[in-house]
């Protein structure tokens, strides 16, 4: 009898002022007054959880406008410029593991032209928890990349695209080695072809690393920009100094790059030893690269071979069904059938 | 292939590359686990689509074109995704279902299992015994494009049938007619042609000019030469036809015209001369001799009856030495318009009589262009009436609005060649025994030669032949300025 006025009364019980209160005395309640922080501020919405940057950049006061900033003069002598990319897919599950496939896209420019390209892939790869203890990764990062497919998906990535870059890096020179991304020393690295082995390799056979990130999640980097934004033309701003500060393995020189008058700043660290070489290579992109949209076509280029087409996923299935003697599992999208629509 | 969807009678499977079927083949889908099977046509292909799809193939075609492609796909995963890239929709027609006794039933309220059936193409040979027709006269119409089998309809299913042939121009209609009226002569039956080219004599000899297996059995007649008639053979009824449906004589003057057949036909004296003689002597209104003696001289420079009573071909007498059947070719190739009209009103008239009176046995008409020598509606009458005394009539057109809808409404069976003309189409696919989707997008890509056989030959079952050569000299080919 107490249970069935227990089950009645329900909301004399638990009321909402009292899941108010509840929340006041919570960790999040400091972030839970979001009017006055809020008030004013620039805002830029992030539809499908995507990450967008403000066309102007983020803020136009408390400007600082002392660092070292150089335009960047083309330099029409012909040199190979190489893009690499790659992208990873989880494509299926077993009882043991996780199958991924990964493919690689590698471009050549040189003189404004693309010359050459190559695609490798899709490959194919099982990670189980007994593969990756064979693995050279730590123990912890083991378990990571086994219970993440975000971190495997990475940790894949790294791994050929360091393999790609380390083989370009031995064969080449004189060339630059454009990748996606800022260079960063990764948990991922591997003893044999790591990011320290392929520097070392483009000093020797003299070519230059250029990492170049599409965006930079420090939004400081912003309030630095102001000189860069203005100059019309292209130019390179050295911002070593913040990136350094915020990240403990960043490599090269850590600068913000517009390769034409009014194109979107990139982030690019460059393997070079000051931002007088470092604008000289940049130079040689400009004069070897078409760079259409103030982006290198090389990179461009690379990430829409390496990237999985619809066909691709088919074929994939089609290979794992024809060639490993599995059986398909009647499966559930777990997600769409507990939640469906209301 | 596998059954994707269904829409009203169509049914679309979707087919990998390797999987070559053609507009036109029939497919059977066993659906295993109900036991029962089902026949479909192919009537369209297309390509798998969808926007990711076409968006990857314009993506890989420039990168392609900026740049020299170096492939590493040690897993050979490529391969699939390009069969995937060429897979293809097979859009179909649910044509008929097979019951439990094999035999083909119009029973298709039901629909195969998506996931239990199979479907494999049906062979020639396979759709001819599925057809359940029986004969002992095979005419060799065509085979398979692909696998190239035979594929037969029966002489008896052509028998006491109204036929058209009809396509563009150079899409092999004569082609077919010539296999026709060959096979239909090698079988003992009576053909009588009006050839418009003077085309069908080659049917008497082989390519090398030797006499052809109808040889002896080609009478070819040409209006001058050996087409010539007796006026009492030809008979009054078969003139005053002439002269009413072509010449258009006036009631009062075919009163007279009657009149002096009449006298003639008293004193036996039934020739043109005596008819010319006794037209201008005879006591008549002058307006009404004027009317007769223009009708006389036409007739009379036709070259069509002979001058006295003595000489004239009788049909009965070609139809009783060829007993064997015979090919009686009428060419229409020398003579003004009014002539042919003329040559057809008699000939017809002629049969007809003939075979009213039992004293020849049914014929079989090809008639190439009609719509050049006959009245729209008189063709109505021919496939009206003349079909119960046994003349069985096959047209041969390019252009299938100049048949009546009466004619059509009538059709047995219907040969149909590559149109591309839409409002062709159009009146095809109206008028047609099957539904407008198969006749548009089958016949507009049929290749030269090859054709869509509807109706009783194969037992409705639209079929696609290529039809073969036939063992004949060419003739009647187009005259040309540099060859």
């Known amino acids: 009898m107490f249970n069935m006025n227990a089950q009645l009364n329900l909301h004399q019980i638990i009321n909402v002022e009292g899941l108010a209160n509840m929340l006041k005395i919570n960790s999040l309640d400091s972030f839970l007054k979001i009017g006055a922080g809020l008030r004013g501020k620039n805002i830029v919405f992030t539809p499908n959880d995507r990450t967008r940057v403000p066309i102007e950049g983020w803020r136009k006061e408390n400007e600082v406008n002392d660092y070292p900033l150089r335009p960047i003069s083309v330099v029409s002598k012909p040199t190979l410029v190489t893009g690499v990319d790659s992208s990873c897919i989880k494509i299926a599950e077993t009882e043991e593991g996780t199958i991924y496939a990964v493919k690689c896209g590698i471009v050549f420019c040189i003189s404004l032209e693309i010359v050459l390209h190559f695609k490798i892939g899709p490959l194919l790869l099982y990670l189980t928890e007994s593969s990756l203890s064979d693995s050279e990764l730590d123990n912890k990062i083991v378990k990571l990349v086994s219970f993440d497919p975000d971190i495997a998906r990475r940790m894949i990535r790294i791994n050929t695209e360091r393999l790609v870059q380390s083989e370009l890096a031995k064969i080449l020179h004189n060339s630059l080695i454009l990748v996606d991304g800022s260079l960063k020393l990764s948990c991922f690295e591997n003893r044999n072809y790591n990011l320290k082995k392929i520097i070392e390799n483009c000093v020797l056979h003299n070519n230059t690393l250029v990492g170049i990130g599409k965006s930079t999640k420090f939004k400081i980097l912003d309030t630095v920009s102001g000189n860069l934004r203005d100059l019309n033309g292209p130019g390179i701003l050295d911002v070593s100094l913040i990136v350094k500060s915020l990240v403990r393995n960043a490599i090269g020189l850590n600068t913000l790059v517009k390769f034409g008058g009014s194109t979107l700043l990139l982030r690019a660290d460059i393997v070079e030893k000051d931002i007088h070489d470092a604008a000289a290579a940049l130079g040689q992109i400009l004069g070897n690269d078409p760079i259409p949209f103030g982006y290198p076509e090389c990179l461009r280029m690379a990430h829409h071979i390496s990237c999985f087409s619809k066909p691709d996923i088919a074929g994939i299935k089609g290979h794992i069904l024809k060639n490993y003697d599995v059986v398909e599992l009647a499966s559930q999208d777990v997600r769409t059938n507990l939640l469906g629509s209301i | ?483």
């Not at chain 2, 492609?69 to 060429?86: A, H, M, T, V, Y």
């Not at chain 2, 009686?328 to 003329?342: A, E």
């Not at chain 2, 639209?462 to 300025?481: D, N, R, Y």
Request: proline share 2%.
């Open chain 2, 1 to 483: 292939m596998r059954i994707l969807t269904k829409n009203g009678n169509e049914l679309i499977l979707l087919a990998l590359n390797s999987e070559v079927v053609q507009k036109g083949d029939y497919l059977l889908i066993d659906d295993e686990k109900h036991g029962r099977k089902m026949i479909i046509q192919v009537y369209e292909l297309d390509y798998l689509t969808s926007q990711g799809l076409t968006e990857d193939i314009v993506k890989d075609e420039i990168i392609l074109v900026s740049s020299k492609e170096n492939l590493l796909d040690p897993l050979n995963i490529g391969n699939f995704s390009k069969l995937i890239r060429d897979a293809k929709l097979v859009r179909t027609k649910i044509r008929s279902s097979i019951d439990i006794a094999g035999k083909i039933s119009s029973n298709v309220s039901w629909i195969p299992s998506r996931v239990y059936s199979k479907v494999r193409k049906l062979s020639m040979v396979e759709i001819g015994e599925l057809l359940n027709r029986s004969g002992n006269r095979p005419i060799n119409i065509g085979r398979d494009g692909i696998t190239g089998e035979n594929f037969q309809i029966y002489a008896e299913d052509l028998d006491g049938k109204l036929n058209i042939i009809t396509g563009k121009k150079e899409s092999g209609k004569s082609h077919l007619s010539k296999l026709l009226i060959k096979s239909l002569v090698e079988h003992g039956a009576y053909v009588l042609v009006f050839d418009l080219n003077k085309e069908y004599d080659g049917l008497a000899m082989t390519k090398n000019g030797k006499p052809s297996s109808i040889g002896d059995r080609t009478v070819s007649l040409e209006p001058g030469g050996l087409l010539k008639f007796r006026l009492e053979y030809c008979g009054k009824f078969a003139i005053s036809n002439i002269l009413k449906n072509i010449l258009e004589m006036p009631s009062t003057s075919m009163r007279e015209f009657m009149r002096v057949w009449d006298k003639l036909e008293c004193v036996k004296k039934l020739d043109m001369d005596s008819l010319g003689k006794l037209i201008n002597q005879i006591n008549m209104n002058e307006l009404v001799r004027e009317a007769l003696t223009s009708r006389y001289h036409l007739l009379n420079n036709s070259g069509l009856f002979s001058e006295t009573n003595e000489s004239g071909i009788e049909f009965e007498s070609i139809i009783s030495i060829k007993s064997h059947g015979a090919l009686i070719i009428i060419s229409l190739n020398k003579v003004s318009g009014i002539i042919r009209r003329i040559i057809v009103e008699l000939v017809l008239s002629k049969i007809v009589e003939l075979l009213e009176k039992k004293l020849v046995p049914p014929i079989f008409l090809f008639a190439e262009e009609a719509h050049l020598y006959v009245k729209e509606t008189y063709w109505d009458d021919i496939v009206t009436r003349m079909r119960h005394f046994g003349i069985f009539t096959t047209f041969i057109t390019n252009q299938p609005d100049a048949l009546g809808e009466g004619v059509y409404r009538q059709v047995d069976n219907i040969f149909l060649f590559n149109f591309l003309n839409e409002s062709d189409l159009d009146r095809i696919s109206k008028v047609s025994l099957i539904d407008n989707d198969t006749v548009k997008s089958v016949v507009k890509t049929l290749p030269c030669r090859h054709c869509l056989v509807i109706g009783k030959v194969v037992r409705d079952l639209p079929i696609v032949t290529a039809i073969p050569e036939v063992e004949a000299m060419t003739l009647g080919t187009t005259k040309k300025f540099f060859h």
